[in-house]
């Protein structure tokens, strides 16, 4: 089983759209049954709220289905039980080293990274550019299945 954490600021945008999107490649791939994916924020600010209005739209417009989710913050904890831990920007990745205490398994990503790129995926909480992010994410997670697979 291979478990896979999505984290962004709040857990409403980009992290919920990425286990979205992931599980759905995930099930289109006939993989479902290797895979644990959700996501988690770094902040407290949205704990509890559902996921924003604009990536429930982007996603229904993609025609991926939304994971029922409302968001939560990560743990220490997590670093123990996911193989994964993906980040959507360096912020992310530095606040989730700060969490874990540090990544001494090397088991924390920025999600570009298996693209091999080093750009963040922006976040339309601020840009207000759903699309963009959208694309990202998809690019994102489809080379993350291509390198394990």
Known sequence: MIKILFVCHGNICR?????SVMTHLVSRRG?????????????REEIGNPPHHGTVRK???AGIPLVPHHAVQM???DYENYDYLIGMDDWNTRNMQRITGGDPEHK???????????????????TGNFDVTYNDIVEGCEALLDKLF
């Open 108 to 126: 924390i990503y920025k999600l570009l990274e298996f693209a091999d790129s080093t750009r963040d995926i922006a976040d339309p909480w601020y």
């Open 75 to 77: 743990t220490k904890k």
């Open 59 to 61: 996603l229904r417009e």
């Open 15 to 19: 992290s919920t759209m990425a286990e």
């Open 31 to 43: 993989l479902s049954n290797q895979f644990q994916i959700a996501s988690a924020a770094t902040s």
